[in-house]
């Protein structure tokens, strides 16, 4: 149903992400859900509470799609960097980030609670800290084996489990998009992509930090307008560093991509 791999759809939903810092963002995915949709649906806005960013969760018929936002305060960031360095929860026959486990498990428990058996397609998007949560709610739906087709659509979301979790999302519709210039594809980042940074948090921490890898489905998107399917952007060395701690703090939690013009048609 969803098309998610057609490019014109996939930067729609880009676009719209870029509305989710602003104060009036629920309201600028409501009119894309609306534009999408053509018709009647349900729709419930969970607004932040803790650690866990608001999300949305719209139905129509046996087809649901959930939108969750990323980082946009210090606390949320510096919770994403501390939980990083902590042992990872388990997920299936993986490892996630412990944060992530618990925000995506509260999604998954909200979807089955609102909906049970009712769900047959399920596209999940979400935009940076909110990406990596989706996909520990794709990976539990999966599981359930009682969804028909899961599909998920990322913005700059960080590493979000081990390499077994990221294998476990195969059965999935992954498309896992990124700018040329963004450092979040890359946290936790390994001593040869952030070296100031993985030097400063100490042996065990960067040990912790090589386990997390990325699930397929990477598409980087570039200035001029190429997409290239990659698994992640170039490295930005020497300025990886300062640009991810600016992110997990919360003072540079929007790096927000510029959609090529040639695309505006489309989008």
Excluded at 218 to 231: C, W
Aim: proline share 7%; net charge negative; charged share 10%.
């Amino acid at each position: 149903m969803f098309g998610i791999q057609n490019p014109a759809v996939a930067l729609r939903l880009l676009a719209v992400s870029e509305t989710l810092y602003p104060e009036g963002r629920a309201n600028a995915v409501k009119a894309a859900l609306d534009e999408y949709f053509q018709g009647g649906y349900e729709y419930n806005l969970y607004p932040r509470v803790g650690l866990q960013p608001p999300f949305i969760v719209a139905k129509q018929g046996g087809s649901v799609i959930v939108w969750s936002s990323g980082v946009h305060t210090v606390e949320q960031g510096l919770g994403v960097l501390l939980s990083s360095s902590a042992k990872m929860s388990p997920v299936q026959d993986g490892l996630a980030g412990s944060l992530y486990v618990q925000s995506g498990l509260n999604v998954y428990n909200t979807l089955t609670s609102l909906y049970g058996g009712s769900i047959e397609n399920v596209l999940l998007v979400g935009h940076s800290y909110g990406g990596s949560l989706l996909s520990v709610t794709a990976s539990l739906l999966v599981g359930s084996n009682a969804i028909r087709s899961v599909a998920l659509t990322t913005f700059g979301a960080p590493r979000p489990g081990d390499g077994t979790f990221c294998a476990d999302l195969g059965k999935v519709d992954i498309a896992r998009w990124m700018c040329a210039a963004d450092p979040v594809p890359r946290f936790p980042p390994s001593w040869e992509e952030a070296p100031a940074l993985t030097l400063a948090v100490g042996f065990e921490i960067a040990r912790a930090w090589s386990l997390y890898g990325q699930p397929h489905g990477g598409l980087v998107l570039y200035q001029n307008g190429t997409i290239l399917e990659e698994p992640l952007p170039p490295l930005t060395f020497p300025i990886q560093d300062v640009k991810l701690l600016a992110w997990a703090t919360g003072g540079g939690a929007s790096f927000r991509p510029n959609i090529p013009s040639r695309f505006t048609a489309i989008v």
